[in-house]
C-alpha cells in the first residue's frame, strides 16, 4: 500500500531536525527587546520553541573581529546589542567601512559563499547566532520569514545606493549631517527618540565610512555646532538641536 504523503505544519521539518530542547545558554525569544525589529518577528508566538532549539547567544568584546573577509559563510547572526561595523582593506591600504550595524540587524543577507567583509564589534556586543542551514529550514517552513528577508534586503539595497548618491554629490557636512539623522532614526527604533545621540564610533570610523578624513569629519563637526544645528557635549555624544535643518542640509539645501 503506498504511504500517503502530507506536508508538514509550519516548524515540523525544523523541529524533526533539530529537536526542540534549548541549548545550554540559549536565549528567551520572547524577552528579547529588538525582536520587532529583527527578521525572526516573522515568526508567530506560537512557533517561537522552533527558533529557540536553533539559536545560541554570542558575545564579542570591543575590538574583536566576528568573520574575516573571505571566510566561508557558515552562520548568520542578528545583533542584539553593542555596535559593530563592516570593514574592507583597499589594495592601497586604505580602509573603507560599508556600514554599521546595530541592535536589529541582520548579518549574512547574501548569495555569497564567502563574506563580503571583515565584520568587527566597535563596542562590547552580543549577537544571536543561526547556522545556515538552521535558517534556511525556518525560510522553508515560514513564508513570512522569507519575505521580510526579501524586504530587508530590498530596504540594505536602497541604502547603499542613498549612500553612494551622498558620496557622489554631498559636500562632507552635507554628509554628516545625513549620517547624524540616519543614525539617530536606526537608534530610536530600538532605544526610542532622543535628542541626545550617542555614538558608538569614533571620528576615525564616521571619516571611513563617508569617505573623508578625520581631520574634515572634525571640521564639519565644528560647522554644524557653529551654525547651531548640533552640539557636542563630549566626543561619542551628540544634541540635535535643530533636526529640520540638519534635514534641509542633508538634502542638498
Not at 163 to 171: D, K, T, V
Request: include cysteine; proline fraction near 5%; hydrophobic fraction near 45%.
Amino acid at each position: 500500500m503506498a504511504r500517503l504523503q502530507t506536508t508538514p505544519a509550519p516548524g515540523e521539518t525544523l523541529r524533526a531536525h533539530c529537536p526542540g530542547r534549548r541549548p545550554a545558554g540559549a536565549v528567551d525569544c520572547t524577552s528579547c527587546r529588538v525582536r520587532h525589529l529583527a527578521v525572526c518577528s516573522a515568526l508567530p508566538e506560537a512557533e517561537v520553541e522552533a527558533l529557540e532549539s536553533v539559536v545560541a547567544p554570542l558575545e564579542l568584546i570591543a575590538g574583536s573581529t566576528l568573520v574575516r573577509e573571505g571566510d566561508p559563510r557558515r552562520q548568520v547572526y542578528t545583533v542584539t546589542a553593542g555596535a559593530l561595523r563592516l570593514v574592507r582593506l583597499l589594495a592601497d591600504g586604505r580602509r573603507q567601512i560599508a556600514g554599521f550595524l546595530l541592535p536589529g540587524d541582520f548579518i549574512g543577507l547574501s548569495g555569497a559563499t564567502t563574506h563580503r567583509h571583515d565584520i568587527e564589534a566597535i563596542t562590547d556586543s552580543t549577537l544571536c547566532r543561526f547556522r545556515d542551514e538552521d535558517m534556511q529550514a525556518l525560510r522553508a517552513d515560514f513564508p513570512d520569514l522569507e519575505r521580510k528577508l526579501l524586504a530587508r534586503a530590498c530596504t540594505e539595497l536602497d541604502a547603499a545606493r542613498e549612500n553612494l548618491l551622498g558620496l557622489a554629490r554631498l559636500n562632507p557636512m552635507e554628509r554628516l549631517a545625513a549620517f547624524l539623522l540616519d543614525l539617530a532614526e536606526r537608534r530610536a527604533r530600538w532605544a526610542g527618540d532622543a535628542v541626545d545621540l550617542v555614538l558608538p564610533m569614533g571620528r576615525a570610523d564616521i571619516g571611513d565610512h563617508l569617505g573623508l578624513t578625520i581631520e574634515t569629519v572634525s571640521r564639519s563637526f565644528t560647522r554644524l555646532r557653529q551654525q547651531n544645528l548640533i552640539a557636542v557635549p563630549d566626543a561619542h555624544t551628540v544634541t540635535l538641536l535643530d533636526r529640520a535643518g540638519l534635514a534641509r542640509l542633508a538634502h542638498g539645501g
